[in-house]
C-alpha cells in the first residue's frame, strides 16, 4: 500500500507564504504525475499545480506567478510553495500521485493524501 502524507499547512495572513510537502512511501516502482488540488467549503476540487516526472509543470490560473510546485525524484516528494497568499487560497489541499505500486499486482495507481488545511486570513 502507498501512502502519501503531506505537512506545512496552517493560518498565515494575506500576503504571506507557505509550503507544503508531500512524501509518498510503500512499494512503489516508479512515479509519474504529483499535483496539488484544493477544495474550499461548498467548491468542487479543483487543480492548483500538476508537475511531471520530467518536470513540465501546469498551475491554475488562480495561482500563476504567486505558487511553485516542484518535486524531489529521489524522496518522492512534492513540494508547493505559496507566496503572496489571498483569503481566496483558504482550502484544504491534497497531494495527489501517478504511481507504479504493488499491491497484489504491479500496476499504475492513483493516490490521495490526507489533505492539510490551509487558512488565509485578511
Known sequence: QVQLVESGGGLVQAGGSLKLSCAASGRIG????MAW??????????????????GTINYADSVKGRFTISRDNAKNTVYL?????KPEDTA???CNAN???????????DYWGQGTQVTVSS
Open 30 to 33: 516508479s512515479v509519474n504525475d
Open 99 to 109: 504511481v507504479y505500486s504493488r499491491e497484489l499486482v504491479w500496476s499504475w495507481r
Open 81 to 85: 510553495q505559496m507566496n503572496s497568499l
Open 37 to 54: 488540488h484544493r477544495q474550499a467549503p461548498g467548491n468542487e476540487r479543483e487543480l492548483v499545480a500538476k508537475i511531471t516526472s520530467g
Open 92 to 94: 484544504v489541499y491534497y
